[in-house]
């Protein structure tokens, strides 16, 4: 099933149960973190040439209690989480179009994080995943949610702690679930599993992590990418790099990740037949996967000075653009490993979406960026402030539309200034 194009009945019937007055919108949606490939790359109407105050209009804005998972975005709802009064994990659809209340699920969820992750704080941030017809939302407690996306109907509920017997992630479930065919991939009970999304039987679990604050659970979010021909999910623990297969689960090759504190956050980033990453106070790689029959190795292609952190890159015509953890922006030539330039400082952390040779990041101040991709100098198109609170959930966009989650609200915005032609594929025009 195609996340961004598919449009079962069940749409169509969501507006008459919900909001009579409704209509369908004819907007790609925005289905899991990242986006539609889970790369950040996204087609649809071009954008603008420019960005402030005379392009950016401002749709609706709901209160909501604090959250740091992205939103998801179909042709009629928006679906946000949050962690209401310290002790429970909400889940609400609201109207796209006015922000209503269309229907709200809840459980007991809340989690404590150490003492020194506090600024981050302790509410839900892992994004969720939708498939047209379940929405699927991982709870801090190392839970799994399945949720009907019409109703708000709980259909299924795994507690990783209590089938696999392992701990609570220290600093809870942060991995987003990535939904394909007839399952849903997720990083939790400091493991990998295959879930089946008809009844959430966990059909396979692999990659299990060694226990210990420092290396148990993980940041990262996984993906799927054909490698040497194989298609598989490629995952980043907090101390490790591997591609799994999706069959079941064996682990086809693996290479370690050098780290601060297991701190991998990046969602890996498949180019070719290679993957590149960067982790917290280390380095940056690009690590090359060869194949010889069944037998698999990784070798270090280069290893680069960028510091990554939070923010996962964006690649364009050969080039990584990636927010460092210093709050510059950097591009790196992936042929070498070489940065062909490094920016002043912005905020602590940027969330990206391309397209064409546009990049639109959001960072933790509340400012939207628009930035021309050109791998020989950083061109800051425009800057706009969006919001007074913190905004460090991911940015959504589907057709002109900006999605915001902030701490303690969901704000949309309108491009008011475009040009008329499309992008018909990401990085293309």
């Known amino acids: 099933m195609s996340l961004s194009n598919s449009?079962?009945?069940?749409?169509?019937?969501?507006?008459?149960?919900?909001?009579?007055?409704?209509?369908?919108?004819?907007?790609?949606?925005?289905?899991?973190?990242?986006?539609?490939?889970?790369?950040?790359?996204?087609?649809?109407?071009?954008?603008?040439?420019?960005?402030?105050?005379?392009?950016?209009?401002?749709?609706?804005?709901?209160?909501?209690?604090?959250?740091?998972?992205?939103?998801?975005?179909?042709?009629?709802?928006?679906?946000?989480?949050?962690?209401?009064?310290?002790?429970?994990?909400?889940?609400?659809?609201?109207?796209?179009?006015?922000?209503a209340e269309l229907w709200r699920h809840s459980w007991a969820g809340a989690i404590t994080v150490p003492f020194y992750a506090k600024s981050r704080g302790d509410w839900i941030r892992a994004t969720p995943a939708f498939d047209g017809e379940t929405l699927f939302v991982a709870g801090m407690r190392d839970v799994l949610v399945a949720l009907d996306g019409a109703t708000g109907r709980e259909r299924w509920r795994i507690d990783f702690v209590k089938t696999y017997g392992t701990n609570a992630p220290d600093f809870g479930l942060v991995c987003s679930p990535l939904p394909d065919g007839d399952s849903v991939y997720l990083q939790a009970a400091n493991s990998v599993v295959r879930v089946r999304k008809t009844d959430g039987?966990?059909?396979?679990?692999?990659?299990?992590?060694?226990?210990?604050?420092?290396?148990?659970?993980?940041?990262?979010?996984?993906?799927?990418?054909?490698?040497?021909?194989?298609?598989?999910?490629?995952?980043?623990?907090?101390?490790?790099?591997?591609g799994l297969a999706l069959d079941d689960g064996r682990v086809l090759w693996s290479h370690s990740v050098p780290s601060f504190r297991g701190m991998n956050i990046l969602t890996p980033t498949v180019v070719g037949d290679a993957v590149f990453t960067s982790s917290y106070q280390n380095k940056s790689w690009l690590y090359s996967i060869a194949r010889e029959g069944d037998a698999w190795r990784v070798s270090e292609t280069w290893t680069g000075t960028a510091q990554g952190y939070m923010s996962s890159p964006v690649v364009m015509d050969g080039h990584a653009y990636l927010h460092l953890a210093n709050g510059r922006f950097t591009c790196v030539n992936l042929a070498n490993g070489e940065r062909t330039w490094t920016s002043d400082a912005f905020g602590k952390y940027v969330s990206l979406v391309a397209q064409g040779n546009r990049i639109l990041g959001l960072d933790e101040r509340g400012i939207l960026l628009l930035i021309e991709a050109d791998p020989k100098e950083f061109r800051l198109v425009g800057q706009h402030k969006v919001s007074e609170v913190e905004t460090w959930a991911h940015i959504a966009i589907s057709g002109d539309e900006i999605f915001v989650r902030e701490l303690k609200a969901m704000a949309v915005f309108r491009w008011t200034d475009r040009p008329v032609e499309r992008v018909s594929s990401a990085g293309s025009p």
């Open 7 to 99: 449009r079962p009945a069940w749409l169509f019937l969501f507006s008459v149960s919900f909001a009579p007055t409704l209509v369908a919108v004819e907007a790609p949606s925005w289905p899991q973190w990242r986006g539609p490939s889970r790369d950040g790359q996204i087609a649809g109407p071009a954008w603008p040439r420019r960005l402030g105050e005379g392009e950016i209009k401002s749709l609706w804005r709901t209160p909501l209690a604090p959250g740091y998972s992205g939103p998801i975005v179909s042709d009629q709802a928006v679906f946000v989480t949050e962690t209401a009064d310290k002790k429970t994990e909400v889940v609400r659809a609201l109207d796209r179009r006015t922000g």
């Open 201 to 242: 039987q966990v059909l396979w679990r692999s990659f299990e992590g060694k226990a210990g604050v420092m290396s148990e659970g993980c940041f990262s979010s996984p993906v799927i990418a054909t490698i040497r021909g194989e298609r598989q999910l490629v995952v980043q623990s907090r101390e490790k790099l591997a």
